[in-house]
């Protein structure tokens, strides 16, 4: 398929969202919430997950897969608070020596009024700082779109993992003609120039891992996720952020 198909095919509603992969992937899920200083942003899920014998912490965005569940949780379009509280599941991680796994699919941070004013910027960006020098392992997979800044907020990992059939880029094929071509309509040609499907990706080396969606995947990556943690359990937390450094580096 072409590149906008994919995405059109992403933002179908069609394909399944973060809470099936945390019922799937895990044994047990206990959810946590709030960001300790304002609200709890229902569009970021988190919690403490055991996948076989090992404590994980999850961090998901969860768009609803019905009508008044996706208005609930904005589309999977995560507030500062979402961030926030994501920030602070993931130091708690640390603290316990959890390794960490993120579930993303978003078509971006929200950008209404009321998140500008609560520094939904600074909320990114420090979540960007942070995730850069955990000591604990982190995967980030991404299994529907991975829009811009509000993904990559959740991104910041030892390996990105990605579904065949999901997306990642720093715009909206949309946002891109428009500055591009002030045309949005041509948002089918940009999205052939932003390379996001997985294929480019890995070509790119953005992401580690592509994940085929045929027969029972969901047991295979239950299996992969827990070899890559045993492993990357094995290094010390300086050494998890010298590897992590250098591969954003590369960039």
């Not at 403490?48 to 912490?57: D, S």
């Not at 949780?73 to 993120?102: D, H, V, W």
Request: glycine share 8%; aromatic share 8%; charged share 30%.
């Amino acid at each position: 398929m072409e590149a906008y198909e994919i995405i059109s095919a992403v933002r179908s509603g069609k394909r399944p969202t973060a809470a099936l992969f945390i019922e799937r992937l895990f044994d047990s899920f206990i959810e946590l919430y709030g960001d300790r200083s304002f609200a709890d942003d229902p569009a970021i899920v988190g919690g403490i997950a055991l996948l076989g014998e090992m404590p994980v912490t999850v961090i998901a965005i969860e768009k609803g897969s019905s009508v008044d569940e996706r208005v609930k949780r904005n589309f999977g379009s995560a507030k500062p608070e979402g961030y926030k509280k994501a920030l602070r599941l993931m130091k708690q991680a640390e603290k316990f020596g959890r390794p960490i796994l993120t579930i993303i699919d978003t078509p971006g941070a929200y950008s209404g009024m009321e998140a500008e004013e609560r520094g939904q910027g600074y909320a990114i960006s420090n979540n960007l700082l942070n995730m850069i020098s955990l000591k604990t392992p982190i995967i980030s997979l991404f299994i529907g779109e991975g829009g811009s800044g509000g993904a990559l907020a959740l991104a910041v990992s030892d390996e990105v993992w990605i579904l065949e059939g999901a997306v990642y880029s720093v715009i909206s094929p949309e946002g891109a003609a428009s500055i591009l071509w002030k045309d949005s309509s041509k948002a089918d040609e940009a999205a052939n120039y932003l390379k996001l499907t997985a294929d480019e990706l890995d070509k790119l080396k953005v992401v580690d891992k592509i994940i085929k969606e045929s027969g029972p995947f969901y047991s295979r990556l239950k299996k992969d996720i827990s070899k890559k943690f045993t492993s990357l359990l094995t290094l010390d937390g300086e050494e998890l952020i010298d590897k992590r450094y250098a591969r954003f580096r590369k960039y």
